[in-house]
């Protein structure tokens, strides 16, 4: 089966999808974000990779460069290659509205699995769909941001493109979910 890529320019970073298929019947693999030069990271992890062109995945592209993630339909994402308690913690994070964050205390506790956080914390860092899953939305309960597969800066940054507002300390200021 023929792996795909494209890259497109974000607002403030490089997003990179992997898919597999062809025309409507796609499933994406990964979403990956980067600063700079997206395209080396995609071929460290999938070196058969070759750029594709794909209507469907045009669609998924405006949908994110719009930031309409939630528009995006969870039945394109490869979701089987996760594990059950990633999936549960996964589609949970996709629930929380823009402009609003959740502690991992909180989404630990959400998913069923009081005193979780770290647990919840190690499945987010291996989240393949940043943006459709906001992962970024996830913050320590102390308020500060904790860790974020495109680090911290771009974390911080995807917030604040979504209203939240932070204190002098880069605390987050907004209301917890």
Known sequence: MVVYYKTIKFSFCRVGIVWVGEGDNIVIKQILLARFNVKKIIKSFYPEAVSGRNQRLREVA??????????IPLKLLAFSQLTRFSRRVLSTVRRIPRGRVITYKRLANRVGVKGGARAVGQSLAKNPFPLVIPCHRVIKSDRSLGGFSGGIKLKRLLLEAEGIKFSQNDKVLSRIS
Not at 62 to 71: A, D, R
Request: aromatic share 10%.
């Open 62 to 71: 405006e949908n994110l460069l719009n930031h309409k993630w939630q528009n």
